[in-house]
């Protein structure tokens, strides 16, 4: 029964809305440069595509770490969206998962991509890889404290399903000063998460060439895609989650839901084209000062109840 | 036609690489990237490495340093990939025709599969190019 819920929800819903997100992303991208842009089935093209190709390993490269990589990172967001998923299905449902799993979920993709630059013994790969992991150590201290907004709001629980019925009964987080402020940390910190422009240095194309990725081909690379499709899926979902009452089945609420994640991949996307690269330190300097502030201050707004 | 060949010629992800060329036929092709020509319509990126990229493009006339280090990347494509030859040089070394350090024209060293003339190319002739290679490509099978 498990094996289905992962295999229906985590993976082919959560694939099929990942990858239609990142046709949204492109073609607003190609509109707002005043481009045609691509068809709406490219990214599944690309996927294809790339699962038909000749998979090429690198002499010197660390076998396990660098075939394992993709699919550790590509089962942990399958994972976490299947445990997105469920909770907003069905909310009395006897597991489980709080907020601390969802968070431990997703940082493996990022550990993941580290590992497997490494593992590639590429010298482009390794300043990629080195990049993402001081992009991880600066934006997982702010995440963790807009996170920590809605758990104290909702009276110390840490189950998703305690806090969607909770939003359900009391209105959503993100209507007080507290929980705007909190949303505002996380959509940051979603940005550098996704690997997305302005911090976008650890893939920095024009620099290092593709980043951790740049010895990966053919399937393997399919599936980092793939992972990062989904990602661009599962990271708005989760803060829909967190902060505006997920997504309800009820007539009415369903649309508002949907259009809540597409506002939400919209706002990813149009901060992704108004913005230039930053570098790593400017990006650390960023995280680690007003963000971690702004992220201070919201959680000392929502233990004074605002 | 197989599944594989119809996707590869949906999102076909270009390298381009220098031989030793004047730099006109890479700026032309990277003309080809930008809004006003719009290549991503037809799925076409321009790869950052070389392990991800379909269509090789190659420009330049083959110089006897540059030839070493095209062999290598050549060997790096995963396959199925395409090659393409941009510009005059690619073609048949053209004023190099009789230079000492130009010894053999590309088509003699790797299998081309499209020529595209012009020193440099128009972005228009490029597009056209590329879209009579995917033509080939889909009659051939």
Known sequence: MYIVYFIVYGFLLTAAIGLLASWIDRKVTARVQYRVGPPIFQPVIDIVKLFGKETLVPVNASRV??????MIGFASVALVSTLLWMNVLDKGWMFLGDAIVALYLFTIPSLCIIMGGFASRNIYASIGSSREMKLVLSYELPFVMALLVPIIKSGFSLRLSELLSYQAAH???IASPSGIIAFIVA???IQAKLGFVP???AEAETEI????????SGALLGTWRLMKNMMFFALPFFLMVMFTGGLRFDGIHFIYGVLKYVGIVALITVIRNINPRVRIDQAMRFFWGPVTVLALIAVVLAFRGL | MSIKLKALLKSPWVFHLSTGSCNNCDIEILDCLTPKFDIERFGILLAGSIKHAD?????GSCNRQSVIRMKKLYEQVPKPC????????AMSRGMFMHSYNCPVPLDKIIKVDAYIPGCPPKPEAIIAGVVKLIEKVKGKK
């Open chain 1, 65 to 70: 770490v660098f075939f394992g990589a993709p």
């Open chain 1, 171 to 173: 209105g959503v987080f």
């Open chain 1, 187 to 189: 959509i940051l910190v």
């Open chain 1, 199 to 201: 911090f976008d240095v």
């Open chain 1, 209 to 216: 060439v593709g980043g951790p990725l740049v010895d990966y």
């Open chain 2, 55 to 59: 269509i090789l493009l190659i420009t």
């Open chain 2, 82 to 89: 395409l090659v393409v030859a941009i510009g005059e040089c």
